[in-house]
């Protein structure tokens, strides 16, 4: 109703509209402010992606390297529970041994029974086995690799300041090592 009295009068309402318009303006960020927020947040986006991406690559090492060691540690198990030899070797099929260790890993039986599944490392990184058998570890009922020792050595792509080892001892614990200090990196010497 009140805006029906201020249409009668011209001036009025004229003013009334007017006072709405800056109580919005008032409300309103402005396009400088805006573009300034907006600039202030590229900013610091500019200066914690570096850091981002380390993470990112770190994370990623870490979470291969721990695969493996998990991967590792349940064929041991695997073989003392059940009272039998098993393997952990590359597959690229998934079903048996054979390939290379970057195509993925399986944990078999002497009676070909698939355990577990590994996946395939990503795309451009490295994973090298220094040891005497070239694609299998074999754990005996023992729980022991047969005499067998050596470490995997993981390249990420473009990010060699991440790469490490997952180290086999020959009773067949498993640990990892991603710094030998703070100066020297793992190198297994590709």
Request: hydrophobic share 40%.
């Amino acid at each position: 109703m009140e805006f029906e009295i201020f249409t009668q009068y011209g001036i009025s309402a004229k003013l009334f509209l007017v006072d709405n318009l800056k109580m919005i303006y008032k409300r309103a960020f402005s396009i400088i402010e805006l573009l300034f927020v907006l600039a202030v947040f590229g900013a610091m986006l500019l200066i914690v992606m570096p850091f981002g991406r380390a993470l990112i690559g770190k994370n990623r090492a870490e979470a291969r390297t721990e695969e493996l060691r998990a991967g590792l540690r349940f064929a041991r198990a695997a073989a003392i529970g059940l009272g039998e030899s098993v393997k952990f070797c590359s597959s690229k099929d998934h079903e048996k041994c054979n390939g290379s260790w970057k195509d993925g890993q399986i944990v078999i039986t002497e009676s070909n029974k698939v355990l577990r599944i590994l996946s395939e490392i990503p795309v451009g990184d490295e994973l090298v086995w220094k040891g005497r058998e070239k694609n299998t570890i074999t754990f005996s009922p023992e729980g022991l690799p047969g005499g067998q020792r050596g470490s995997f050595c993981y390249y990420p792509k473009n990010d060699p300041e991440n790469a490490a080892a997952v180290i086999m001892d020959i009773t067949g614990r498993v640990r990892v090592l991603s710094e030998i200090s703070k100066e020297e990196r793992i190198s297994c010497n590709l």
